[in-house]
């Protein structure tokens, strides 16, 4: 098994543009979410989903979209990006909520 | 709305040495509580789950505790060695919440 795959590994994007960071898992787990991580604040959630069709927002929702269509995927799509979403973003995922939580490599992401 | 906290921050200890790491959160409401462990640049990695009900989790080395009642975790490390120079970090999965809440992680050093 992969695990969990984020792409990209890093991505530099100018104030305004929009892109999707990937999240694939092949375990067949129900539950996957998105973190955001920045120095001093610790890991901040952005959207899960329970499962297929199903997503929620988290704690810190807002200039994010988050779809799942399917049970191996859980994209997070940023519409607009500000300079204040520079970040590393971590995808997780677990059998269900309440279980041990497998972390994907991260996304470096810096917003000029 | 629950906080999670990890004191120290940092800390750095010879090789060899027994050590514990400390975790306190605000409501005792907990599903359960999660170690996991981040290596500079990469993705967490989980070390241990412990339930409400339990009292203790051990793995090798590890033994995470947790008393409910007065919102504290402990990760003992016996034997230390330079390979376990990483973060780790608490989080808590409150009663009834499909969300995880993160400490900021204590940055443990180990000198050979």
């Known amino acids: 098994n992969a695990g969990v795959t984020q792409t990209p590994k890093f991505q530099v994007l100018k104030t305004g543009q929009s892109m999707t960071l990937q999240c694939a898992q092949d375990?067949?787990?129900?539950?996957m979410s998105w973190y955001r991580q920045d120095p001093g604040m610790g890991l901040r959630l952005i959207h899960y989903?329970?499962?297929?069709?199903?997503?929620d927002q988290g704690e810190v929702p807002n200039g994010y979209n988050v779809s799942r269509s399917t049970t191996e995927d859980f994209p997070l799509r940023l519409l607009s990006a500000a300079p204040s979403q520079t970040s590393v973003y971590f995808c997780?995922?677990?059998?269900?909520?309440?279980?041990?939580?497998?972390f994907g490599p991260g996304t470096r992401l810096l917003v000029l | 709305k629950q906080e999670v906290t990890q004191i120290p921050a940092a800390l750095s200890v010879p090789e060899g040495e027994n050590l514990v790491l400390n975790c306190s959160f605000t409501d005792s409401a907990i599903y359960n509580l999660q170690w996991f462990r981040q290596d500079p640049g990469k993705g967490l990695t989980s070390l241990l789950l412990i339930q409400s009900s339990q009292r203790e989790q051990t793995s090798g080395r590890l033994n995470a505790s947790l008393d409910k009642s007065s919102g504290r975790s402990t990760l003992y490390i016996a034997a230390s060695q330079p390979g376990d120079s990483a973060t780790y970090l608490c989080a808590v999965r409150p009663g009834g919440s499909e969300k995880l809440v993160f400490g900021k992680g204590t940055k443990l050093t180990v000198n050979p």
């Open positions: 375990m067949n787990h129900e539950y």
């Open positions: 997780a995922s677990s059998p269900e909520y309440q279980e041990t939580q497998y």
């Open positions: 989903s329970v499962g297929a069709g199903i997503t």
